[in-house]
């Protein structure tokens, strides 16, 4: 007999598995890089939700699959990394860590607990997109149909400098945040910023381990992170052991080692 779930009808158990799977896998694409996509990999590692990954490849032919991706129907404001969850598309990388942070539980309830995690969320962003502009060449072709700059020019070392000062002076004001152990509180109330900061505080420590001297709160928030379930498993494995991008392989530092 045909089985009825929200008006949605069924004919058959393999049309029900599958409408299971395309409303209860969450899906995530993105470059096969960590780059803006490893906070939400995190978070559903540790997590009990059901999903899977999309990686495309950095390449010219990644750049082809995703031409075609972001045409789809329903991919408002196209850009990666995006996820499919309850038939529903959603991009940009904020909006999905605070999706994600609330499906998993991982997003504080207090009001100002809330606009804490808020405010260290948009200072990781910040800095990672000064990361991406020291990193990233964007005066030469990023992708195929882009022209390449016939003024510019990229001064890696100088831009390095300065981000590396700025690292430095940011690093001082978000460790006494870390004194609790957590953003929020302890190990035992994490929320979807403290994901966000142990990755994005990790890919500036390869870019740049001396701004971390002397910043005991966010070492020791950094070490017993890793060892949380689905992050310890991970940090462990082969893929990770072998060394991942954390910007694309055309980088002037693409942080693979």
Same mark, same amino acid.
């Given at each position: 007999?045909?089985?009825?779930? =929200? ?12 409408? *299971? ?11 096969? *890089? ?24 950095? =390449? ?66 910040? *800095? ?87 910043? =005991? ?20 494995? =082969? ?19």
């Amino acid at each position: 007999s045909d089985i009825e779930w =929200d008006s949605f009808k069924l004919s058959n158990y393999n049309e029900y598995k599958s409408y *299971l799977r395309y409303f209860g896998v969450m899906k995530l694409t993105y470059w096969d *890089l960590r780059g803006l996509a490893e906070p939400i990999r995190y978070m559903l590692r540790h997590s009990d939700i059901e999903w899977e990954e999309l990686r495309i490849p950095y =390449d010219e032919e990644g750049f082809g699959t995703w031409m075609k991706l972001k045409t789809q129907p329903g991919l408002i404001c196209a850009n990666m990394p995006y996820i499919e969850d309850g038939g529903k598309k959603i991009t940009q990388s904020v909006a999905i860590y605070r999706h994600v942070g609330r499906k998993t539980g991982l997003m504080p309830q207090d009001p100002d607990e809330v606009a804490l995690c808020e405010m260290m969320e948009q200072e990781l962003i910040d *800095l990672r997109m000064r990361l991406s502009i020291t990193c990233y060449d964007l005066y030469t072709v990023m992708r195929p149909e882009d022209p390449k700059s016939e003024k510019g020019c990229h001064d890696f070392e100088y831009l390095k400098g300065v981000f590396k000062k700025r690292l430095s002076e940011r690093l001082a004001i978000i460790d006494p945040l870390f004194a609790k152990g957590t953003l929020t509180s302890g190990f035992d109330k994490l929320t979807y910023a403290d994901f966000m900061a142990f990755e994005f505080l990790d890919q500036f420590r390869k870019f740049a381990p001396e701004c971390y001297n002397g910043f =005991d709160n966010i070492n020791k928030f950094s070490a017993e992170f890793a060892k949380l379930k689905g992050v310890k498993e991970w940090r462990e494995g =082969d893929v990770f052991k072998a060394g991942e991008y954390i910007n694309g392989p055309m980088a002037v530092w693409h942080g693979k080692y």
